[in-house]
């Protein structure tokens, strides 16, 4: 974890909370499993449209964009959440990948005008769910609204109640805690924020699975994170050549597992009515809830709502459909 959130937000008078999923509204939610990468300079929107997936020319104030960076095979580095602050750029996506990610995007540097760091100490970043329509609450996923000068709020997709992304200073977020009229002074834990994430179907990487699938296969493109009428961006040739050619063969699904085995993101996926040992998928995120787990799987297209799939390893157990 990279403990960013959590020293922001006990400034804050905050306390950690031991509850994995808060039933109540206003819920804040600890973000120490992320981090910000800043771009500045002339060149920041050039070198990010060279590198990522998204289109960053239709980034505004007004709207944060899903995206990714790829490899030159068109494999997912890192998928991450771009926001726009004036002339800054700012990446949300997972802290154990931010360090490979800024010394990646620095190859690319050369002589342009980029300046890019890694959670610089004036940002803060939480979450937080929060059913009331209110004027300084963005009303559609992504719509992004800027607050009190020096911070941004964006709305994320969610199955639940709606949800936010904090990203600013600290003075800014006691603002916003003063408005929302938070008396509860809890936060729940990362893993709770991870939880939503997957029920939402959005994917994230880690250290372990980096690299390990092509966007499509993890529904980058139906969530919005690619854009096929941009330039050229690094991993594109094949990424549009399985677009155009529409020969996706794995998709991303929200299944479930009732076991109390350990299971982690990259662990592969079998079926026993398969006719040779092959993986049919990869599991991509996993959370734990009870004896339950919810999980992201990436699965060959014709193995769509097939019986018995179970995880290498734990053949025993096998996963429900949702």
Not at 56 to 67: F, H, Q, R, T
């Amino acid at each position: 974890m990279h403990d960013h959130s959590t020293p922001f937000l006990s400034a804050l008078g905050f306390n950690r909370s031991d509850s994995a999923i808060s039933s109540i509204t206003p819920a804040v939610y600890c973000l120490d499993h992320l981090a910000v990468l800043t771009l500045s300079g002339q060149d920041a929107s050039t070198l990010l449209q060279g590198q990522s997936t998204c289109n960053v020319s239709d980034a505004s104030e007004k709207l944060s964009l899903l995206g990714s960076f790829c490899s030159v095979k068109g494999r997912v580095i890192s998928t991450f959440l771009l926001l726009k602050q004036r002339d800054e750029f700012q990446l949300i996506l997972p802290a154990d990948l931010a360090e490979s990610i800024s010394k990646r995007l620095k190859m690319y540097v050369l002589r342009a005008d980029v300046k890019i760091q890694i959670s610089p100490e004036k940002i803060g970043l939480f979450g937080f769910a929060d059913n009331r329509v209110t004027p300084y609450l963005p009303a559609n996923d992504y719509q992004t609204m800027s607050f009190n000068d020096n911070a941004a709020i964006v709305k994320l997709p969610s199955t639940a109640a709606p949800r936010f992304i904090f990203i600013g200073s600290l003075d800014s977020a006691q603002a916003l805690f003063e408005q929302m009229g938070t008396t509860d002074r809890d936060f729940c834990p990362a893993l709770a924020w991870e939880f939503l994430d997957t029920l939402a179907g959005l994917p994230s990487m880690t250290s372990a699975t980096s690299e390990s699938w092509i966007p499509q296969s993890i529904n980058l493109d139906t969530l919005g994170a690619i854009s096929f009428k941009k330039g050229c961006y690094t991993g594109q040739e094949i990424i549009a050549r399985t677009h155009y050619k529409g020969k996706t063969k794995a998709s991303m699904h929200h299944v479930t597992l009732t076991s109390n085995a350990a299971i982690t993101p990259g662990l592969k996926l079998f079926s026993l009515d398969s006719d040779s040992n092959q993986s049919i998928g990869e599991v991509v995120n996993a959370l734990q809830t009870e004896s339950t787990w919810q999980l992201l799987v990436s699965v060959k297209n014709k193995q769509i709502n097939a019986e018995d799939i179970f995880i290498e390893g734990h053949e025993s157990d096998f996963i429900s459909w949702l």
